[in-house]
């Protein structure tokens, strides 16, 4: 299998596994959808779980990876958590399924992510977070941090698992203006509940 080849397969497979989650796809359509030879997607992954891994660290590490960059940066304490908030938005935002993809797949593979949040230097992140409410005169602690960082990630990302749900409560409106709405509200509770 040409690198070509290989890069392809490995875009169709990150689709389909988004799109269906690991189980619900075979090597068979992955090879099928990507134009390749079953037996070659075998040789080079070896196996299914071989090649989700490799998609899901990718993008586990796409989507927390950047944390620590944003919280590194020379912006002020509301624009690194802005900053957050408009990432996790962004990737839930820009491929369907994508968020409940990540949260189903996180809670399923428990051992991955363990092994892959020190990739992502996630525990970095809360403690620049800390850092970062301590020198803007908030009284904070590692556990209260990482609260915070808790609720950011779980009131992005949720939401995009109840899309059905939310669309059908709000008159199947457009989704991705309420996702704008939502981003706003977000910020104005999250950033606002640290001020005294």
Known sequence: MAKDSRIKAV?????????????GVRMQEIADKAGVNK??????????????????????L??????????????????????????FFAKNLAEENYGSFM?????????????????????????????????????????????????????CTFPFSLQGAVDKINGKGDWESFMDERKTFLKTIIIGSLRP
Not at 13 to 23: D, N, P, S, T, V
Request: aromatic share 10%; hydrophobic share 40%.
């Open 39 to 60: 037996g070659l997607l075998h040789y080079y992954f070896k196996t299914k779980d071989n090649l989700f891994q490799e998609i899901f660290r990718i993008e586990f």
């Open 103 to 155: 949260a189903f797949e996180c809670a399923r593979n428990n051992k991955l992510v363990g092994e892959l949040e020190v990739e992502a230097n996630f525990g970095n992140s809360v403690e620049l977070l800390n850092t970062e409410f301590r020198n803007n005169k908030i009284s904070s602690t590692h556990a209260f941090s990482l609260q915070v960082m808790l609720n950011i990630i779980s009131l």
């Open 62 to 87: 796409s989507l927390y990876g950047i944390i620590n960059e944003i919280l590194k940066g020379k912006n002020s304490m509301d624009e690194k958590l802005s900053s957050i908030i408009d990432h």
């Open 11 to 23: 875009e169709n497979a990150r689709k389909l596994f988004i799109q269906k989650g690991k189980e």
